[in-house]
């Protein structure tokens, strides 16, 4: 995007791979929303920007694939409930070596068989919805990986059956400081169904303050892997003077 003022609709034709790429935008950020265009089931998903760094962009499902990646460090991406008639190719959201400051999973998402999300940010990552579901099938895969933490509502699920499901939370060579639990999965479900393994790496914040778990599994959320097998690996944070800073905490959940 650059120099463009008008909305862009592109969903007269059919890509396989889409990538967009936000502006760059020197003392500013981008707040994107990846979201329906306002008809459902019409095979047509837009990009918009919620602070008027770019245009909207209307497009159709790709067949393959669609990237976003963030212009700026401090660039946020709000995912919108996406019906699978309107989105559902492999999704990825920004990378490694290019993550966004944070990523919302506002709404549902559930992806054609085989395909994958990923999604990277250096902030929290959240499912902050009931309706906060994100599902792949078949082989697909869906990666969460944050330098700081992941959080689950109640209600909220990740799903997959022969994929699998790895997240990631704090787990970079220099930890991030804070108040926060790498993992939190309060009321919510992370499950591989099928053959898929289910991974958990969380490290808590440094505050002084208590609770600076790992991994906190707890209201009866239930967490499970597929014959690939669960790994729910925790270290807590906190100082000194903190307390009740589990590695993994089990509480009332399966």
Avoid: C, K, W
């Amino acid at each position: 995007y650059d120099g463009v003022q008008s909305t862009i609709d592109i969903s007269g034709s059919t890509a396989a791979n889409l990538v967009f790429n936000l502006p760059s935008i020197v003392s500013s950020q981008s707040n994107a929303f990846l979201e329906d265009d306002s008809t459902s089931g019409n095979n047509i998903a837009q990009l918009r920007s919620g602070n008027s760094t770019f245009p909207t962009t209307i497009f159709t499902n790709p067949t393959a694939s669609a990237a976003i990646s963030p212009g700026n460090s401090g660039d946020t991406l709000t995912l919108n409930s996406l019906a699978t008639t309107d989105f559902s190719s492999s999704l990825t959201l920004g990378s490694a070596a290019s993550p966004f400051s944070s990523i919302t999973f506002a709404g549902g998402l559930t992806l054609a068989a085989n395909n994958s999300l990923s999604a990277n940010a250096t902030g929290t990552i959240s499912l902050p919805n009931a309706t906060s579901n994100l599902a792949v099938s078949g082989t697909g895969s869906i990666g969460l990986t944050t330098a700081q933490n992941i959080s689950f509502s109640t209600g909220s699920s990740i799903a997959s059956v022969d994929g699998a499901i790895t997240l990631s939370a704090n787990q970079q060579a220099t930890p991030t400081g804070g108040d926060f639990i790498g993992i939190d999965i309060s009321g919510a479900t992370v499950q591989a169904t099928g053959a898929g393994a289910v991974t958990l790496h969380g490290m808590g914040g440094d505050a002084s303050t208590h609770f600076q778990r790992g991994v906190h599994v707890g209201s009866a959320a239930l967490v499970s892997g597929g014959t690939g097998g669960l790994l729910v690996v925790g270290q807590g944070g906190g100082s000194v003077a903190a307390s009740s800073n589990d590695g993994v905490l089990l509480d009332g959940a399966s």
